[in-house]
């Protein structure tokens, strides 16, 4: 299972009716809140949901945690 973090700028697989596919993960949990890079709309999930539709992660908030020693 993907562990995601605050602060992570994630693709989703449909972009934004603003035209960014960039979105900046900004609360963790049970249920997760993404912010649109472009015009900064806020939209909430849940995790189920958040995880059926990112496509994948493409700037982690903390790269040196991702790299192993």
């Known amino acids: 299972m993907v562990e995601y973090e605050l602060n992570d700028i994630v693709m989703m697989k449909k ?23 472009g015009c900064g709309h ?16 493409l700037e982690p908030a903390n790269p040196e945690a991702n790299e192993e020693h």
């Open 15 to 37: 972009p934004h009716p603003c035209g960014v596919n960039r979105w900046k993960i900004i609360r963790v949990g049970a249920d997760m809140k993404i912010e649109c890079t």
């Open 42 to 57: 806020i939209v909430m999930m849940d995790r189920y949901h958040f995880n059926k539709r990112i496509k994948k992660v």
